[in-house]
């Protein structure tokens, strides 16, 4: 029987951040009774089961509709189909109505998840050892752990509490390249990171894209939780903003319809220019790059949440207010249980305009010894902040989610988070 | 308005191969009405569209049956879920019935189409710069595809009418070692062949075992024809010939089911061994892997094949009847063709027992200018054999298809190939 060494798997298998999303995952395992605030996922008591049927069913009557014959509706939804996938117009509407990004349905990829899009963009910008990209730190580990895959070097910036600084950037970029390196693109959630809850002010955005037309770099924009702010108030994307084509825009419906089709999209409306000056769009030559990752993005579940965008409009914001209005109250509870239970001036959080997380900064070591003494005896769970720092940082702090509990029990899980630090203190 | 250089992208985007394959599609997107006998995909007239949706139905019915509350199921649908997805035991009880390869569910991970097992299992076991892995030649373009995304080197192994030979296995791992890099795993599609329908003969399934366990390689058997041969005799998977465990079964249910899912798997029931001792399965270090690709795959997707397998009795082959009886026809269709209208002594092919595919030998160079000529003026497409040669190779041999094809279209694409060779030669 052969036995493989661990060590000699690649370092994605082994690196520390996995051992550390492994060792939550197995905690949370043990421990089922306690109270999630680790959790970044979306709710899933919008929706019944036979929502996914009926959103696929819509999707083919409306193929037919548009006058499409049975063999042509048949390919759509059981044959390989397109590389970058058929919602490319349905999803450039819906940018238009939501987010007033005009861009061509050809500049859209369809990819499996958002992931894939990191997966897809990193591989087709990074073409040499040197090819680096920036980071905001903390960063979401999904975008850390797609670059190291990969192979690509992910130099951070670091994050202040309005977000990133555009001339810190700058510098990062300049001194990348000093050092013989090339910075190619700049990772960023502009709206409610993960994990920070930070967003970036309009001014940060424009100075962004000022920062990457002079350092030549793209912006890879993601915004998975940009629908979910405190109130109606919305900052534009740095896709709207984008006069030069500097942003290649990174989208999810995991958050906006449900995880479970695990449909994403990128857009890359840039030129491509070859040496013999035939010219392309980015997206179709990244398409090479999807087509030897998953071939295409299954068309069944690209059919789901094409039902879903026929039925709602063509707008994730009207179709959104209800699922808006709970991640309202559970973030509004979150931070009316961290100043109720926890008056200490030692201790301290920031006060995000919207999202899923909150960052609470404590006087005591934040790792995996007090996550596990948390879960067994206080049962409440919850992410270490240093998950996110590449090299060290975060040892104090704690990342909180909403999420994915009821509204209630939020109160109660910061209650036993806030007995954990006391008596640990004492 | 940004401009980027082409040059500057990765080589996965600029390879002679994507060129190549865009240029086969560009081809076929010129001249629609020509006869393919390049098209590679599966036939899609065995199923309805609504066929998507009563798999989904039945797969949600089982859950309910098992006791599945109405929670968990909505979960299991519309959440993101387990890594390695939901439906590792009836792909475990799939196997068993069809291939006799009896492993336990939790070795397997359901993947976005067998393209992504490629890319987590070549990420997996190649680790640093001298981690090669070797492949039959003419290789499938998915696998050395996947392998220059992920920068990974591809050692040809050149494959006779016979197969590959276990001595030449042997031999290209000992000079790769030699030569101060580490041979990982040998990729190898054991039934009627993507590109060239070549199949291996039980003993050469044991002696690549053999040489496996000699060298210290793994073996990646990609197997999605196996069930359309052209008898009911069928050889063993080498997964199911595999007590030492030196095998990691790529799986696909686009021939068998229906490409739209994009649902594939693979099984790695390999043993891990940590320094500490620590021991795991290969299927669950990948899965970090897997997460940094797509998260998961799609659960709608999963339930469609889920709600198949429920349906079939977890035997595809009992399922497949028809399509078998379709594919046999059309393949017997082609040799009978080729022997119809080629009396030149000069120009041979190959017999497959099965399959999708034959190669043609011509005296002729069959490169993309006689494609565009055969396209134009002869309205029969088909692909050059020199698109599946690593370093050269297939300049004089011309890959025929039979899978996408009405039965009664293949003569005729044959006959107006063979007049375009006749009027070249003349």
Not at 88 to 94: F, Q, V, Y
Not at 108 to 129: H, K
Not at 396 to 419: F, K, N, Y
């Amino acid at each position: 029987m052969v036995e493989l060494a661990r060590e000699a798997l690649h370092t994605s298998v082994t690196d520390p951040v996995a051992a550390s999303m492994n060792f939550l995952n197995e905690v949370a395992s043990r421990f089922p009774a306690a109270i999630s605030l680790a959790a970044g996922r979306p709710s899933d008591e919008f929706y019944a089961v036979e929502d996914a049927e009926r959103y696929l069913a819509v999707y083919i009557a409306h193929l037919r509709a548009q006058g499409m014959d049975e063999p042509r509706v048949r390919q759509a939804i059981l044959q390989y189909g397109r590389t970058n996938g058929q919602l490319g117009p349905m999803i450039a509407r819906m940018l238009e109505t939501d987010e007033d990004i005009r861009v061509p349905g050809e500049s859209i990829m369809v990819t499996s998840g958002c992931q894939e899009a990191m997966i897809v963009a990193l591989r087709g910008l990074c073409a040499s050892p040197g090819d680096v990209v920036l980071a905001a730190e903390p960063c979401y580990l999904g975008f850390s752990g797609a670059a190291r895959v990969l192979g690509i070097t992910v130099v951070p910036v670091p994050e202040t509490a309005q977000g990133l600084r555009p001339e810190t950037v700058a510098h990062v970029a300049r001194e990348v390249r000093a050092g013989g390196r090339r910075p190619r693109a700049l990772y960023v959630v502009s709206n409610f990171a993960n994990p920070s809850g930070v967003s970036l002010s309009t001014d940060v955005r424009r100075g962004l894209i000022d920062v990457a037309a002079g350092e030549d770099l793209l912006i890879l924009e993601d915004d998975p939780y940009g629908l979910f702010g405190l109130d109606d108030r919305h900052s534009p994307t740095l896709k709207s903003l984008d006069t030069g084509q500097r942003v290649i825009y990174l989208g999810s419906f995991a958050k906006s319809v449900f995880p479970g089709a695990r449909v994403g999209f990128l857009v890359a409306d840039q030129t491509v220019v070859s040496a013999a000056g035939h010219r392309s769009l980015l997206a179709d030559e990244l398409s090479t790059i999807k087509s030897m990752v998953t071939v295409n993005t299954s068309p069944i579940a690209q059919a789901v949440i094409g039902g879903f965008l026929v039925s709602c409009g063509y707008s994730l914001r009207a179709a959104n207010r209800e699922k808006i209005a709970f991640y309202r109250r559970n973030l509004r509870a979150l931070l009316a249980a961290l100043e109720h239970h926890f008056s200490d001036p030692a201790i301290t959080w920031n006060s995000p305009s919207g999202g899923f997380f909150a960052v609470l900064d404590v006087p005591v070591r934040a790792d995996e010894k007090l996550l596990e003494l948390s879960a067994r005896d206080y049962g409440v769970l919850w992410t270490p902040m240093s998950f996110f720092y590449l090299n060290g940082g975060g040892s104090h702090a704690i990342r909180l989610s909403c999420s994915a509990l009821a509204t209630g029990q939020i109160d109660e899980g910061v209650r036993r988070l806030a007995a954990l630090i006391a008596d640990v203190r004492s």
